[in-house]
């Protein structure tokens, strides 16, 4: 490992890049609209599917956690993307906001943990986990409360976590992973000494 | 002050095993006017960066030393200012305004003198619209100026300029170089990057040319360095005045025709335009910024739905598709047939090494592994990329990656090729078999159409120019003045060539 | 095409308030409602949002635009309700199989759908007025927010409409390669992943070199920093704040001496 991490001062591409990752992952939402409009409404009319996409949606947390290794990453990446889907006019707004933080809490947790020490997968599946859990935990006293709970707050909050440790946390870690094999990450420590041309 | 000292400087990027640059001894005094040249990839942008102190530790090796005014380039940053190549990764801001105040909020500024100073600089690269207007909103040229703008508002003491006027048409271009004229005050540094050396040499006194592999091979006047060793460096691949390369005119007439527009515009990007291409012909488009020339290139390419008017391929040029236009066809089919070389080429890369990226397109046209790897080890070699096969496109010099994307177009051997600005920021060299490799391919009987700029290109290959202004259209023979008004048929003079 | 711009008349005397301010306004306004499940009270809240809106300089065509997804969201809920509702009291209206709907069902969909609406609009109507330049201004000047990381996402911000124009150069680059799906959708998919990860790769490439451009422009030199633009905190702002506070608890008031209100946790 390089020098860089032992130093929890962000650089100014560490900010920088955190941040473009949260936004790309909202121009990404953006795109899934366009490509998928058709199928859209299928996400909205079918409970399961919806927690699905969560997963995808609780991703910046980890990679931001995986990329950056600083503390606070996790967390500032999801704050981030919640802001920037506030401005696009998302549909929950302002909401997504306190949503993206208390998000980004959990994931941030996780790293906190292993005191930024560790990013391997263990590691990121339990910042998918916690991230999910704490979503999980705010749909279930936010927005659920008026559903069957055995039948649907249960089986909801359980689905997040289980997105979120599957997508978010394997998903996030498989993607830092080929990130980091493109070279776009060659100023980071992810990016494990590559052969020479 | 803003004076550069290098002794023994050299740096290897993360990753790579050859040096970028090595052994630079060199000294520049306070207020010169220093032209940096080389070909293509010895290192010159690598210098620039270095001089700027955006060469991170963690992004490679440094040998020997590099300093301004006795400081290391990576303390003594307020000193320096720098405007990159590629203008729109260096805007920060969403408004005008505020981006050329960025850096004098960062400098610590008082508050009240921020904007006063903002407009100083607007002012001195003429810059044409009010400070709210929306960054995004800018052609290529105007985010040039506001760049340069935003350097010139620290008052740099060294300014650093790295191939200012690429992409811009002949006007803008010509904006841009006397903006620095004007802006240059006698006691600021420059230090200018710029593979057309003609245009550059009233803004400089002093040329210093690297040597490829290191070191610096001839430092002193212009007349000097071109008269001791303009022909050995003509050879090499810098652009020296008065050394011609001999232009390519068509071997046969033109054949049948490939592909017509008719009415074809997408607006607002593209008004109206009619155009034909034949087999056997080379087509150039000019205009100035803005006028829609790389709008039409992707609309004849089959990569955009036109929004008026239509392209129509011949039976010959479409096969089997030729009911449908080429932005139906499956995308295999349309690699065979129609090639496209796109104006910025790391938006045509999508692979992660040189090599894959030429294997791509043989590949999805379905040829056999074996010829695969011919066409790639012909194409690597033609284009002097073997040494880069393993790189990843994006690590490679300007030069580099523009020759990679053509390479990776000619690969799957379309009839037909559309390049977008395939000469800009080409070294001498480089140019001159771009211009041999687009004439043989046009004698083999291709057709092929060259958006460009470059009024040297237009007269060395075009057997014909259409003109895009930003609202008509017109359709007329080969005419080296381009962008001028009123448009006699004029052969390519011998003298327009250098 | 993608935008982050404010869409409504800059000029309104609301719009013209701190942008932190609207922020704070907005998420007190929202949250407080939040604390009931009964219809009365997002009713009255949202009567209030459009009575305030042009305050705020918005058309209210703008804001049915903005306010599109919520629509399907409405519908979401009903449909999940009609199938996982808690409460099925009430007299039935259609019995078949899991779907049971009866009229504490609708009165429950009714509640949660107007909650929706009087919750996320009050963001709707902040966002869509505010300029991301002036809230990072704002974040750092009036809510102390460290100024690197305002920036550092403001330009990150910046790339969201470029970033639009990626997505498309990237598919263009694919088409002339030879790449493309045709119909299959399993094909699609993968070509949709494939694109989305060059966006990031890409994305991130500006990222470094935008972080770079920022450097070489004395970004993080250490030198304290200077505003060339001024947000202030003016007592309007805080009027609106306040404003917000005592107009959401008059709703929920209301809806207490009506006897209507029903608290999110009881
Ligand atoms: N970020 C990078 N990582 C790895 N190698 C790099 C990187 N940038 C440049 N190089 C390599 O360093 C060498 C010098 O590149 P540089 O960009 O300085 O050349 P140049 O003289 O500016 O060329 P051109 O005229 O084509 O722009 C090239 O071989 C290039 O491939
Ligand atoms: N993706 C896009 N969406 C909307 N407008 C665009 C897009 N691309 C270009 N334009 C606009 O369309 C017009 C024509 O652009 P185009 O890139 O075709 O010009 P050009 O002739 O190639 O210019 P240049 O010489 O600078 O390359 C410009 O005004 C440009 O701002
Ligand atoms: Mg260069
Ligand atoms: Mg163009």
């Known amino acids: 490992m390089k020098s860089t991490t032992d130093t929890s001062r962000w650089r100014t591409i560490d900010i920088v890049v955190a941040s473009v990752i949260a936004v790309a992952f909202g121009v990404i939402f953006w795109a899934w609209g366009l490509v998928w409009s058709a199928t859209e409404g299928a996400f909205a009319f079918f409970p399961p599917a919806q927690t699905l996409l969560y997963g995808v949606w609780l991703m910046p947390a980890v990679i931001g956690g995986l990329v950056i290794r600083k503390p606070g990453a996790a967390l500032y990446c999801e704050t981030v993307a919640a802001v920037l889907s506030a401005l696009l006019g998302s549909q929950w707004a302002g909401t997504v906001i306190p949503q993206g933080i208390v998000q980004g809490i959990g994931a941030e947790l996780a790293f906190a943990a292993f005191r930024y020490r560790s990013f391997r997968l263990p590691t990121a599946m339990l910042a998918g986990a916690l991230t999910g859990l704490s979503a999980a935990l705010f749909d279930f006293f936010v927005w659920n409360v008026d559903y069957a709970l055995t039948d649907y707050r249960i089986p909801y909050a359980l689905l997040t976590i289980v997105s979120a440790t599957v997508i978010a946390g394997v998903g996030g870690w498989l993607l830092t992973r080929a990130l980091a094999n493109t070279g776009v990450l060659d100023r980071f420590p992810v990016a494990q000494d590559r052969a020479l041309i | ?498 | 095409m993608i935008s982050i711009e404010p869409v409504a008349a800059p000029g309104a005397p609301l719009a013209r308030r701190n942008p932190v301010a609207k922020v704070a306004a907005a998420l007190v306004f929202s949250f407080t409602l939040l604390a009931t499940l009964d219809p009365v009270a997002p009713a009255i809240a949202i009567a209030l949002e459009l009575a305030v809106l042009p305050l705020f300089g918005i058309g209210y065509r703008v804001l049915a635009r903005r306010a599109m997804p919520l629509l399907l969201s409405a519908a979401g809920i009903l449909v999940t309700l009609v199938l996982f509702a808690a409460d099925r009291s009430g007299r039935v209206l259609l019995d078949a199989g899991p779907v049971l709907v009866t009229t504490g069902v609708l009165l429950t969909a009714l509640g949660l759908v107007l909650r929706v609406f009087a919750v996320a609009l009050p963001g709707v109507i902040v966002f869509a007025t505010t300029d991301p330049t002036d809230l990072a201004d704002a974040l750092i000047q009036n809510a102390k927010a460290p100024a690197r990381f305002a920036i550092g996402a403001l330009a990150a911000f910046r790339l969201v409409p470029l970033l639009g124009q990626e997505w498309q150069m990237i598919s263009m680059a694919r088409r002339a390669r030879g790449v493309d799906a045709g119909r299959n959708p399993f094909a699609k998919l993968r070509l949709f992943a494939s694109t989305a990860f060059a966006l990031l790769v890409g994305a991130i490439r500006r990222g470094t070199r935008l972080a770079v451009a920022m450097d070489a422009r004395g970004f993080d030199a250490g030198t304290p920093r200077t505003v060339a633009r001024r947000q202030r905190f003016t007592r309007a702002d805080a009027l609106l704040i306040a404003g917000a506070v005592v107009l959401a608890g008059a709703a929920l008031t209301t809806s207490v001496l009506l006897g209507t209100f029903r608290p999110l946790i009881s």
């Open chain 2, 1 to 498: 002050m803003g004076g550069v000292l290098l002794r023994g400087f050299g740096w290897r990027h993360a990753g790579r095993r050859a040096w970028a640059l090595r052994g630079v001894d060199l000294r520049v005094e306070a207020g010169e006017r220093v032209l940096l040249l080389g070909p293509s990839g010895a290192g010159k942008s690598t210098l620039l960066s270095a001089l700027a102190g955006l060469l991170p530790e963690d992004s490679g090796e440094q040998e020997g030393l590099v300093e301004i005014d006795g400081l290391d380039p990576r303390k003594g940053r307020e000193r320096v200012g720098i405007v990159f190549q590629d203008p729109e990764t260096q805007l920060v801001m969403a408004r005008c305004g505020d981006d050329v105040a960025f850096g004098l909020e960062n400098r610590g500024v008082p508050t009240d003198e921020i904007w006063p100073r903002v407009d100083e600089a607007l002012h001195r690269v003429g810059f044409p619209y009010p400070r709210d207007r929306n960054t995004a909103a800018l052609s290529g040229g105007e985010q040039q100026r506001l760049a340069l703008a935003g350097a010139l508002a620290l008052r740099p003491e060294l300014l650093l300029l790295d191939e200012p006027t690429a992409n811009l048409d002949p006007a803008g271009a010509d904006l841009v170089r006397q903006a620095v004229a004007r802006a240059l005050d006698a006691d600021t540094t420059l230090i200018l990057v710029e593979h057309r050396v003609a245009e550059a040499l009233p803004l400089v006194d002093r040329v210093v040319v690297l040597e490829p592999g290191g070191g610096v091979r001839a430092d002193g006047t212009p007349e000097a360095v071109f008269a001791a060793h303009g022909a050995a460096l003509a050879a090499e691949g810098v652009w020296v005045p008065g050394h011609p390369i001999a232009p390519r005119p068509a071997t046969a007439a033109p054949g049948d025709l490939l592909l017509t527009a008719d009415r074809l515009g997408l607006p607002p990007r593209l008004g109206s335009t009619d155009l034909a291409v034949r087999a056997g012909e080379a087509l150039a488009v000019r205009g100035p910024n803005g006028a829609g020339k790389s709008t039409l290139a992707l609309l004849l390419g089959g990569l955009l739905r036109p929004g008026t008017g239509r392209v129509t391929a011949s039976a010959e040029l479409a096969g089997t598709d030729h009911r449908t236009p080429p932005h139906r066809w499956r995308a295999p089919a349309l690699a065979r047939r129609i090639g496209s070389v796109f104006q910025d080429p790391e938006h045509q890369f999508v692979t992660s090494t040189v090599f894959d990226e030429l294997a791509l397109g043989p590949r999805r046209t379905g040829q056999p592994e074996a010829a695969v790897k011919e066409t790639v080890a012909g194409l690597l070699e033609r284009l002097r990329l073997a040494a880069l096969a393993a790189a990843n496109p994006y690590t490679l010099s300007g030069g580099e990656a523009r020759r990679l994307s053509v390479a990776t177009a000619l690969a799957t051997a379309p009839r037909l090729l559309i390049c977008d600005e395939p000469t800009f920021g080409q070294d001498r060299r480089t140019w001159r078999e771009l211009v041999d490799l687009f004439a043989d391919l046009r004698d083999a009987g291709h057709g092929v159409v060259a958006v460009t700029h470059d009024a040297d290109f237009v007269a060395a290959l075009a057997d014909r120019t259409v003109t895009l202004q930003r609202a008509a259209t017109s359709d007329g023979p080969a005419d080296p003045a381009g962008d001028r008004a009123g448009r006699p048929a004029i052969q390519p003079g011998r003298d327009d060539i250098r």
